[in-house]
């Protein structure tokens, strides 16, 4: 199938970047906080592999777009700004995890607009 078909694209090269960059530290294993939680910079990569989203719509995702009552759902569909389309993607087990914790770290709810990507002490 052609890679414009729609089908999951890249799954093992997105497996091989994700552990590559862990595996040289670069975002540190999902403690990458001083309470051990996830880091928004953990979460966000997690979510770029998965999504294939450009930074603009990765950083402008809501807690509700990627979340269910307490839980971050296993797919997950936008709109992006730039084509108008919807995008659904998968979201896999590590980035789950990382999104759950950074979300916990954060304290964010289901009804916060944003994932305030930035640390938890530098709120807007």
């Known amino acids: 199938m052609s890679p414009s078909s729609g089908v999951s694209r890249g799954t093992k090269e997105s497996w091989s970047v994700r552990s590559a960059v862990q595996a040289e530290g670069h975002l540190g294993n999902p403690g990458t906080t001083a309470d051990g939680g996830a880091g928004p910079g953990t979460a966000l990569f997690n979510l770029g592999i998965d999504s294939k989203l450009r930074a603009c719509d990765l950083t402008a995702l809501r807690v509700r777009d990627i979340c269910c009552s307490d839980l971050v759902a296993s797919r997950a569909t936008v709109l992006q700004r730039k084509t108008q389309r919807p995008v659904q993607f ?3 087990a590590p980035a789950r995890e990382a999104v759950q914790a950074w979300i916990r770290q954060a ?12 640390s938890p002490g530098t709120r807007r």
């Open 107 to 118: 304290e964010l709810q289901s009804a916060d607009f944003d994932m305030t990507w930035a």
């Open 90 to 92: 998968e979201i896999t």
